[in-house]
């Protein structure tokens, strides 16, 4: 029962068709952009795994299966550098799963109630212990860890003394005012938490609006933060060890399907609402070149998911009706253009690599071919 509130949102993932979207600038000059296949990678594995992260140090990509318990690492070219699968029992058991990703080169995995363990070549290398009981109710689809000044960040888990109930409104104002991020001293084990949601923020309004999965990517002295569940950027300056809010950038979505909100004191009533439809979700941030690229699927209305039919496990039906798209922005955070959409067979999560390629993982039952193992796909922005 405990992932599956969230469920509902983490697997609102989808594919699309590859042409091209515009938007006009504050110059009036008008751009196209597309996303455009400059090459595909075939990996020599039998079975289903998407990718997660890349290390542009060892120009390295990790896939995992959807569990994130099995895990595989290969070079640009698709060649198997590792292959591992994590041990429930024994010393350096993992327990749970619920985030993986790269963190310094090492597979990195959130393993509470412990922490976050360290892997090379499939063992164990070292841990970032959670030095105060806490608590997990989700898999984050982006780790998201990284170091700086002598500070390890990462997604701050929340603690044992938050009081869960997902009937009761106030946990879900209680959850949107913990710090999202907390930063851990390398030396000392001290933890401090260093971003939240600023007070401006309409997701602290006195209605359950969502369930937060914060994801988000640094770039230089910047960080961009997404909520998952609303079409913003939260854009974020490093200051010391901390992270002074700048400013909300709206992502301006044509067909976005919203979250349904509800008043505090009848919020057993959001996951019920919200189940008819299938809301739009802002999946990932990346940064490729001059342009920072919104990831999101713009959601199905009521009507929209009733044609689906009865839902199937592997959720292809929805996929196909609830593609990916990128938004595309400059430095500054014009938004250039909107619905950039990735190729049909496209999978989430996606990277860029150091070519500033968008990377992602092929998703076997959308394609009318068959391949002998798994397809990574390079994409290039395009802009004309």
């Known amino acids: 029962m405990k992932l599956q509130f969230t469920h509902f949102f983490i697997?609102?993932?989808?594919?699309?068709?590859?042409?091209?979207?515009?938007?006009?600038?504050?110059?009036?000059?008008?751009?196209?952009?597309?996303?455009?296949?400059?090459?595909?990678?075939?990996?020599?594995?039998?079975?289903?795994?998407?990718?997660?992260?890349?290390?542009?140090?060892?120009?390295?990509?990790?896939?995992?299966?959807?569990?994130?318990?099995?895990?595989?690492?290969?070079?640009?070219?698709?060649?198997?550098?590792?292959?591992?699968?994590?041990?429930?029992?024994?010393?350096?058991?993992?327990?749970?799963?619920?985030?993986?990703?790269?963190?310094?080169?090492?597979?990195?995995?959130?393993?509470?109630?412990?922490?976050?363990?360290?892997?090379?070549?499939?063992?164990?290398?070292?841990?970032?212990?959670?030095?105060?009981?806490?608590?997990?109710?989700?898999?984050?689809?982006?780790?998201?860890?990284?170091?700086?000044?002598?500070?390890?960040?990462?997604?701050?888990?929340?603690?044992?003394?938050?009081?869960?109930?997902?009937?009761?409104?106030?946990?879900?104002?209680?959850?949107?005012?913990?710090?999202?991020?907390?930063?851990?001293?390398?030396?000392?084990?001290?933890t401090l938490g260093v971003l939240s949601l600023p007070e401006s923020s309409a997701l602290l309004d006195d209605e359950v609006k969502g369930f937060p999965i914060p994801v988000y990517t640094v770039d230089g002295e910047k960080l961009l933060l997404s909520m998952w569940f609303t079409p913003e950027i939260y854009v974020y300056n490093k200051v010391g060890g901390k992270f002074e809010y700048e400013k909300t950038v709206d992502v301006d979505i044509p067909g976005w399907i919203p979250t349904t909100s509800v008043p505090l004191d009848k919020a057993e009533q959001f996951f019920t609402e919200n189940q008819k439809k299938r809301p739009g979700n802002l999946t990932n941030i990346l940064v490729s070149g001059d342009y920072f690229i919104a990831i999101y699927n713009r959601g199905l209305s009521e009507e929209e998911k009733a044609q689906l039919g009865p839902p199937t496990r592997d959720g292809l039906a929805a996929r196909k009706k609830d593609p990916n798209y990128a938004a595309i922005f400059d430095k500054d955070f014009n938004q250039l253009a909107t619905n950039v959409p990735f190729p049909i067979t496209s999978n989430f999560p996606n990277v860029v690599n150091k070519k500033g390629e968008l990377v992602v993982s092929k998703v076997a039952g959308l394609s009318e071919t068959e391949d002998d193992g798994i397809v990574l796909y390079k994409l290039k922005l395009v802009s004309k």
């Open 11 to 190: 697997c609102s993932i989808a594919i699309s068709l590859l042409s091209c979207g515009e938007k006009t600038e504050n110059n009036s000059i008008t751009k196209s952009f597309s996303l455009e296949i400059t090459d595909s990678v075939q990996i020599d594995y039998m079975g289903e795994m998407m990718l997660l992260d890349y290390d542009p140090k060892a120009d390295k990509y990790l896939l995992a299966t959807d569990s994130y318990y099995e895990y595989l690492e290969v070079d640009g070219d698709g060649k198997i550098l590792n292959h591992n699968k994590f041990n429930q029992d024994g010393i350096d058991a993992v327990g749970q799963a619920l985030g993986l990703g790269y963190f310094n080169g090492d597979v990195t995995v959130f393993n509470p109630p412990e922490g976050y363990f360290r892997f090379q070549d499939s063992s164990k290398v070292g841990e970032v212990t959670i030095p105060y009981p806490h608590q997990a109710f989700m898999m984050y689809p982006k780790l998201g860890m990284f170091e700086s000044e002598g500070k390890i960040y990462y997604p701050k888990p929340w603690p044992e003394t938050l009081a869960v109930n997902f009937e009761e409104g106030e946990f879900y104002q209680a959850l949107l005012h913990l710090p999202i991020i907390e930063a851990q001293d390398m030396e000392t084990g001290d």
